[in-house]
């Protein structure tokens, strides 16, 4: 068994968060497959911006709740 496959069953269960971590360990997998470290490094970049972008608008929107 390589490490991809190790890796693939640590990340185990049904739930949606887990089912994300999956599939974001296979978009990291092809990203190095395909460019190696510096499209890993982008791909990591970009989910962050999107989870900062999501996080700063739910803050926005208790905000204007509050």
């Keep these: 068994m ?3 496959e190790a890796v693939e069953r640590q990340i185990a269960g049904e739930t949606n968060e887990l089912n994300r971590g999956k599939e974001l360990w296979e978009e990291i997998v ?3 497959e395909q460019g190696g470290e510096d499209l890993v490094k982008s791909v990591l970049t970009t989910h ?3 989870i ?3 996080f700063e608008e739910l803050l926005k929107r208790l905000r204007q709740k509050l």
Excluded: I, K, L
Aim: overall charge negative; proline content about 0%; aromatic content about 16%.
């Design 2 to 4: 390589n490490y991809r």
């Design 30 to 32: 092809t990203a190095y």
């Design 48 to 50: 962050g911006d999107t």
């Design 52 to 54: 900062t972008g999501e």
